[in-house]
């Protein structure tokens, strides 16, 4: 079973910039998509950002031009560079991976699969 858990989050001021990563443990295998999730208080889940082992990618509207999504597949890591950051995006963000294929229809940072993994999750708190 593949265990996904994420570092990076923290507080940080509105402009600021933060990096994620996501490592994969236990029987790992490369996933087609794989993505990174938020929720806000209050708010229901947002897939926001998916990468596929090709390198192609997908983005909600209110991230993209500002976080960059991608994987390093033989460290079995996923990573979000999020740049200029906004009050906005305080949540917390879980990366998890999709039970795809290349057929599989991705748009607006989310991917039209069911997750067959997901990790704990990690805060990012952007204060104005």
């Known amino acids: 079973q593949v265990q996904l858990v994420e570092s990076g989050g923290g507080s940080v001021q509105a402009g600021g910039s933060l990096r994620l990563s996501c490592a994969a443990s236990g029987y790992t295998y490369s996933s087609y998509w794989k993505g990174w999730f938020r929720q806000a208080p209050g708010k229901e889940r947002e897939g926001i950002a998916a990468i596929n082992s090709d390198g192609g990618t997908s983005y909600a509207d209110s991230v993209k031009g500002r976080f960059t999504i991608s994987r390093d597949n033989a460290k079995n890591t996923l990573y979000l560079q999020m740049n200029s950051l906004k009050p906005e995006d305080t949540a917390m963000y879980h990366c998890?991976?999709?039970?795809?294929?290349?057929?599989?229809?991705?748009?607006?940072?989310?991917?039209?699969?069911?997750?067959?993994?997901w990790g704990q999750g990690t805060l990012v708190t952007v204060s104005s």
């Open positions: 998890a991976s999709y039970a795809s294929a290349e057929s599989t229809y991705c748009s607006g940072g989310y991917c039209y699969a069911d997750l067959d993994a």
